[in-house]
T-cell receptor, first 112, second 111 residues
Framework: GENVEQHPSTLSVQEGDSAVIKCTYS??????FPWYKQELGKRPQLIID?????GEKKDQRIAVTLNKTAKHFSLHITETQPEDSAVYFC???????????FGTGTRLTVIP | NAGVTQTPKFQVLKTGQSMTLQCAQD?????MSWYRQDPGMGLRLIHY???????DQGEVPNGYNVSRSTTEDFPLRLLSAAPSQTSVYFC??????????FGSGTRLTVV
């Protein structure tokens, strides 16, 4: 099955700085890569996703890049704010199989 | 449109007891799944279903049973609870083309 690795496990940044979280995947057939934000005691919430026919996608301060050849994708958060503090999970899936495979998470702390 | 509804939100079981975690969705999704979340291990797939009457095992199926008699419901059963099953459980439904929606989770403690 798919194996998703995520780094770093913890990340602290000053408010206003950028944060980058990286993930690699093993199954070359994977074609859907969502990112989830999970606040303490809450459910994972989708913040952005990318499909394999696209190399980059942006939504305001959040962007995701995908390198299919290297089988890695990254989450970029610019101008970080204290409310960005949470655990972020990357995941991978593929059309037809539909199972989501998750990375182990990154705890992001934005220091005011 | 309630999305994905999970019950209960919290549960404490004694070792050896059985229980069923309920999951229901009103989005007409064919695919539904159960995950467990443990510290430092992300979300791991327990069981999944691609439609009524069809279920299959995920990464960590031991100790859990599922059934899918309707499109809407996908209950998860613990037949004989063990302390190793202490975790937070999430139900999810959706697809690659439509995205995935998670329930609010069940925090289970087995003593």
């Amino acid at each position: 099955g798919e194996n998703v690795e995520q780094h770093p496990s913890t990340l602290s940044v000053q408010e206003g700085d950028s944060a980058v979280i990286k993930c690699t995947y093993s199954d070359s057939a994977s074609n859907y890569f969502p990112w989830y934000k999970q606040e303490l005691g809450k459910r994972p919430q989708l913040i952005i996703d990318i499909r394999s026919n696209v190399g980059e996608k942006k939504d305001q301060r959040i962007a995701v890049t995908l390198n299919k050849t290297a089988k890695h994708f990254s989450l970029h958060i610019t101008e970080t704010q204290p409310e960005d503090s949470a655990v972020y999970f990357c995941a991978a899936s593929r059309t037809g199989a539909n199972n989501l495979f998750f990375g182990t998470g990154t705890r992001l702390t934005v220091i005011p | 449109n309630a999305g994905v509804t999970q019950t209960p939100k919290f549960q404490v079981l004694k070792t050896g007891q059985s229980m069923t975690l309920q999951c229901a969705q009103d989005m007409n999704h064919e695919y539904m799944s159960w995950y467990r979340q443990d510290p430092g291990m992300g979300l791991r797939l327990i069981h999944y279903s691609v439609g009524a009457g069809i279920t299959d095992q995920g990464e960590v199926p031991n100790g859990y049973n599922v059934s899918r008699s309707t499109t809407e419901d996908f209950p998860l059963r613990l037949l004989s609870a063990a302390p190793s099953q202490t975790s937070v459980y999430f139900c999810a439904s959706g697809s690659v083309s439509r995205g995935y929606t998670f329930g609010s989770g069940t925090r289970l403690t087995v003593v």
